[in-house]
């Protein structure tokens, strides 16, 4: 198994909103990097970059891989709403889409970036380096630590 991190800007798709409106329901994720290794059972948690204005980037819930990339995925019809940027939906509707279902929402206590930060073993955590990613591959040991984070 594999711990991975998905990156959501909440200037381009409405995170806050289909994950209060869908919380239990499965979604689908385009990726482009590690699309060979990502697999079902892999866990994944959803990273949402800073909104406008504020410092409120981290983690914002925990998910299971449930299929594979596939270039020939869709998405969901419920999700096509909570686009903001329509550039950005386009250029990603051409990536390989994975299914993941939401295992737990944390929405009202995200693991914000500065916490993470501050924490043994997370410090040096990629999307805390080099935000501009949409996909991370996380080591054994920062999926475990976030995993007790979380639990």
Known sequence: MNYWMFQSNPRKYRMFDYLREYP?????????????????GD???IWVSNE????????????????????NRQPYEREMPYWIDEDEKQRLSKLPRLEICYIKLLLDNPLLADDL???????NLLVLRMPQRGVYKL???EGRIIESLID
């Open 24 to 40: 239990s329901l499965s979604d689908t994720w385009q990726v482009s990097l590690f699309k060979d290794e990502i697999k079902p």
């Open 117 to 123: 930060r501050k924490t043994h073993g997370l410090a």
């Open 52 to 71: 406008a204005g504020k410092r409120n980037r981290g983690i914002y819930a925990k998910a299971k891989v449930v299929a594979p990339p596939d270039e």
């Open 43 to 45: 866990h994944a948690f």
């Open 139 to 141: 080591s054994e040991d």
